[in-house]
């Protein structure tokens, strides 16, 4: 089964040219014609893909915006979108060491991979060929932290994009020229727990 959140080749980044520059309040990037869920509470302005029938080719090492957005935001299952595991301990995710993490990981770590459930998790482990590298985590409180995205800067010959920024924490004033592609939480009160 391919994860919900995969994207697929045949869904199309949504275009250029729909963009544009909003002045007021202050200049911040906005489509020339918004949709409802264009921005999220937050303020940031989303990437819009085409929904297809998830028919084209699955393109494994990406996510698509919108599928991960919404896991991570209602806390679905990454692989089958039903909700995540929860127990007293909180919700399951499988995280691993990363070079940027805090010195006390997995607490105050930040992902941008949603939660799951048990049956998907066995499954991830299994099939997965970084699965070694997972530790099992209970999150009692996973919070809304930021997204990562794309820069986008209005110039003379068209938009110019910087793809390498950081992830972003809510409140960074270059949030206003960025087109968020997926949504970051910080693990807090986190208990390492074994594989269920
Ligand atoms: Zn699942």
New binding site residues.
């Given amino acids: 089964m391919t994860p919900f959140v995969v994207a697929y080749d045949d869904e199309l980044a949504g275009r250029l040219a729909d963009l544009t520059v909003q002045l007021a309040p202050s200049p911040r990037l906005a489509y020339k014609v918004m949709q409802a869920e264009d921005r999220d509470r937050g303020g940031v302005l989303w990437a819009r893909t085409e929904r297809g029938p998830r028919t084209g080719k699955p393109q494994y090492g990406l996510m698509d915006p919108e599928r991960q957005r919404e896991a991570m935001y209602d806390l679905l ?1 990454q ?4 909700p ?1 595991s929860r127990t007293k301990e909180g919700w399951l995710f499988l995280d691993w060491r990363m070079p940027q993490d805090p010195p006390s990981w997995p607490e105050g770590s930040l992902t941008n991979m949603p939660p ?2 048990v ?2 998790s066995r499954v991830a482990v299994k099939e997965c060929p970084y699965a070694r590298e997972f530790t099992p985590l209970r999150v009692g409180l996973p919070r809304l932290w930021g997204v990562s995205g794309t820069q986008y800067r209005p110039t003379e010959e068209g938009w110019e994009l910087d793809n390498s920024l950081s992830w972003l924490p809510y409140g960074d004033e270059r949030l206003s020229f960025v087109v968020a592609s997926q949504l970051i939480r910080e693990l807090r009160r986190v208990t390492v727990v074994d594989f269920p």
């Fill in positions: 299952c692989v089958c979108s039903l995540a799951l459930c049956e998907c």
